[in-house]
Every structure is written in C-alpha cells, then in structure tokens.
C-alpha cells in the first residue's frame, strides 16, 4: 500500500518494477526511455510542442512555474483556503513576489 495520499493499492506489476536493479540516468537505455516516455506524452496530450516533465511534488512544480515565469516584485492573486494556498504564499513571498490573498476557510465553498 502506498499511504499517500490513499492509501492507494499499488498494482504488483508496479511493485516488481520498482524491485528492480535501477538504471543509470546517463545510460542510452535511460535516453531510450525517456524518449518513448516523452513521445508517449505527445500524444496522450495531442500536442506537437515538447512536454516537460518535473520529478518533483507538486509544491516543486509551483515553484518551478513561479520562478521561471515572474519576477521579483510582480503581483500575484492566491486563492488560499488551505495547505495547498498557504504553500502558494510562502513560495511567492520566499521569491519576493507582492502576495494578494482572498482567503476563506477550507470547508468554504
């Protein structure tokens, strides 16, 4: 079982990949990979243009998307009603953007 955010079952072809000897990132089996991952991805999104891919969580993509898109001093609108909108903040005031909150309980819709 996989215990987040589930638990989750985690199906044991999964489980038997992950027993697995890991490969090396600079290997040509890891390019291999990747390339058939990214074309996969192509196509699972209908799109020509490159996808990028994050080994991140979800905060790493957040943070990623704010600093490669604003700079210090640009003004952002965070709907913060919870971890997730509180995370948004921090990031944005870590990177000394001008954070406008409209806030509201999480139970709030």
Not at 89 to 107: C, F, H, M, R, S
């Amino acid at each position: 079982m996989l215990m987040i955010p589930g638990p989750t079952p985690v199906p044991e072809a999964a489980l038997l990949a992950l027993a697995k000897h890991p490969i090396g990132h600079r290997s040509s089996e890891f390019s291999n990979l990747m390339a058939e991952v990214t074309q996969n991805l192509k196509w699972l999104h209908q799109t020509e243009s490159d996808v990028l891919m994050l080994t991140t969580t979800g905060t790493g993509a957040v943070e990623a998307g704010m600093i490669n898109f604003l700079s210090p001093g640009d003004r952002i609108l965070v709907g913060c009603n919870g971890k997730f909108g509180e995370r948004w903040v921090e990031v944005g005031e870590a990177y000394n953007l001008q954070v406008e909150k409209i806030a509201a309980e999480w139970t709030t819709t």
